[in-house]
Nanobody, 123 residues
Framework: VQLQASGGGLVQAGGSLRLSCASS??????MGWFRQAPGKERQFVSVFKKSGMYTYYSDSVKGRFTISRDNAKNTVYLQMNSLKPEDTAVYYC???????????????????WGQGTQVTVSS
């Protein structure tokens, strides 16, 4: 199973980007995104729970980012609007099935990871 992330880039503050993460093997119960800025720990951004189609966001992106999923393509998307310089980071796609709700914001809860995609927001 591979997760292929794409869609990063350079954008000015206030702009938008859309990230994609495609699973080559199979669907997962949870697919989402983390990000890591230089010198910082990997941080939860958002996750889509397939059962019930629930979405979860970190407080720092709530209201600006939207996660969605195309089950037919085993792909999850992250629409990022009103981007800020502090959103600059490498964004990683994550997936797993045995994710406990109380731990879904922790990177250790996910079994599969995609390669990172750089998002840079200039001021």
């Amino acid at each position: 199973v591979q997760l292929q992330a794409s869609g990063g880039g350079l954008v000015q503050a206030g702009g938008s980007l859309r990230l994609s993460c495609a699973s080559s093997g199979r669907p997962f119960g949870f697919m989402g995104w983390f990000r890591q800025a230089p010198g910082k720990e990997r941080q939860f951004v958002s996750v889509f729970k397939k059962s019930g189609m629930y979405t979860y966001y970190s407080d720092s992106v709530k209201g600006r980012f939207t996660i969605s999923r195309d089950n037919a393509k085993n792909t999850v998307y992250l629409q990022m609007n009103s981007l800020k310089p502090e959103d600059t980071a490498v964004y990683y796609c994550a997936a797993g099935d045995s994710v406990i709700m109380t731990s879904m914001r922790f990177a250790s809860a996910y079994d599969y990871w995609g390669q990172g995609t750089q998002v840079t927001v200039s001021s």
